[in-house]
């Protein structure tokens, strides 16, 4: 079983960098709904690419560089969280999902560790986080004013590695070798594709 845990003290919602995105923060306010935003990014293939990374950095209490290859890994197309707790201003969201593998930067499959479980979850440790607005000048840039709208949940790690579900790495493969003109790739993409089709 994959986990996500750490053992940090809360930090500050710095996510929410501008009015337009402060102005709904309903699903902040909801554990589970926090880690639903963020596992609907990976299931559209948004962390595959540098701005969508960064953007879910903001779910989490310890953002992450860049990954420095193209390598991710694939899950199941079908998840769901199975089980939530909160107290005292921390939560944790259990969400379960099969290992479907890992796909490298040149499109080559690797299949999941064999383990003795079928399905995989990640435990998903929150923290409730002061929120706020950030206002910036001109240059969008230089901020010039920063208050406090409230309070809003965070997933209390660092991000993750990349991440997609079968179906987006199947279209993120196809893309990926259209794109190319190596073909050593394009075997790999033909062969990952094969392997993928017979996951769900």
């Known amino acids: ?9 809360i930090g500050l919602i710095g996510a929410l960098a501008t009015p337009a995105q402060t102005t709904n923060l309903d699903f902040w306010q909801f ?4 880690v639903e935003k963020y596992w609907e990014m990976g299931v559209r293939g948004e962390l595959l ?17 860049d990954p420095k290859d193209k390598s991710f890994d694939v899950y199941s197309n079908f998840y769901g969280i ?3 707790s ?4 921390q939560a944790d969201v259990q969400m379960e999902f099969i290992d479907g593998g890992r796909i490298d930067s040149n499109l080559r499959y690797s299949p999941p560790t064999k383990t003795a479980a079928f399905k995989t ?3 998903f440790h929150l923290v409730q986080a002061p929120a706020y607005m950030r206002m910036f000048g001109p240059d969008g840039k230089t901020e010039v004013e ?10 209390d790690a660092m991000e993750s590695r990349p991440w997609t579900t079968v179906n987006t790495a199947i279209r993120y493969v196809l893309e990926m070798r259209n794109k190319t003109t190596d073909p050593a790739i394009k075997k790999n993409a033909d062969d990952t594709l094969a392997k993928l089709l ?3």
């Open 198 to 200: 017979t996951l769900h």
């Open 31 to 34: 554990p589970d709904k926090v």
């Open 49 to 65: 690419s540098s701005a969508g990374w960064k953007a879910a950095s903001s779910y989490f209490t310890k953002p992450n560089p």
């Open 1 to 9: 079983m994959k986990r996500l845990a750490a053992i940090i003290a």
């Open 86 to 89: 909160s107290e005292a201003g």
């Open 146 to 155: 920063k208050k406090q709208i409230g309070y809003a949940w965070k997933i």
């Open 121 to 123: 979850a990640f435990d």
């Open 82 to 84: 199975t089980g939530i």
